[in-house]
Antibody, heavy 121, light 107 residues
């Protein structure tokens, strides 16, 4: 069974940093593209960024709103995905979801349950 | 960036109704379009990918169509468990973008 479990959310002050993790199981992690998607309270979905798989050299893509502040990384040996968030702003307050893309496509077939990040003084 | 415009933003429907939601892309995306269902307090769930392919385990009352810039999601016979918010998303060009959502409510 495919499982994605996020952790690391919490309350942080503006300008602060936070690192989110996503522990995965039930599939060969290194084969898949992985993404982070966020949802501000009461709002719609916003793509944050992507890490490609091992075959594509783990290259990354980011939304303009987070580029230069957020970094996506992964540890295939530990079946884990990470989102390092620096210089946090109040507008980064959201539930953050990790998602998986299937081996032969680029949409999101599985989502984690999400972790809430609140940026506030 | 590709803008994804969903309509309507909300609708009221009765159990048994046929419901259609539309999604328009600001430029052509071929068939690189997915649909998701989200219930309050829950993560989104994949319904449709490649515009018209049904995600494994999703009931056949859900169907998708379209290509290029205009897409539709149809629920053939609305059931109580289908009341939720639905999002389209393009994965053709970065940045990946979502529609604003369509909230389906009980009439």
């Amino acid at each position: 069974e495919v499982q994605l479990v996020e952790s690391g959310g919490g309350l942080v002050q503006p300008g602060g940093s936070l690192r989110l993790s996503c522990a995965v199981s039930g599939f060969t992690f290194s084969d898949h593209y992985m993404d982070w998607v966020r949802q501000a309270p009461g709002k719609g979905l916003e793509w944050v960024g992507r890490t490609r798989n091992k075959a594509n050299s783990y290259t990354t893509e980011y939304a303009a709103s987070v580029k230069g502040r957020f970094t996506i990384s992964r540890d295939d040996a530990k079946n884990s995905l990470f989102l390092q968030m620096n210089s946090l702003k109040t507008e980064d307050t959201a539930v953050y979801y990790c998602t998986r893309s299937p081996r032969d496509n680029y949409y999101f077939d599985y989502w984690g349950q999400g972790t809430l990040v609140t940026v506030s003084s | 960036d590709i803008q994804m415009t969903q309509s309507p933003s909300s609708l009221s429907a009765s159990v048994g109704d046929r419901v259609t939601i539309t999604c328009r892309a600001s430029q052509g995306i071929s068939n690189s379009l997915a649909w998701f269902q989200q219930k309050p307090g829950k993560a989104p769930k994949s319904l449709i990918y490649d515009a018209s392919s049904l995600q494994s385990g999703v009931p056949s009352k859900f169907s998708g169509s379209g290509s290029g810039t205009d897409f539709t999601l149809t629920i053939s016979s609305l059931q109580p468990e289908d009341f939720a918010t639905y999002y389209c998303q393009q994965y053709k060009i970065y940045p990946l973008t979502f529609g604003g959502g369509t909230k389906v409510e009980i009439k």
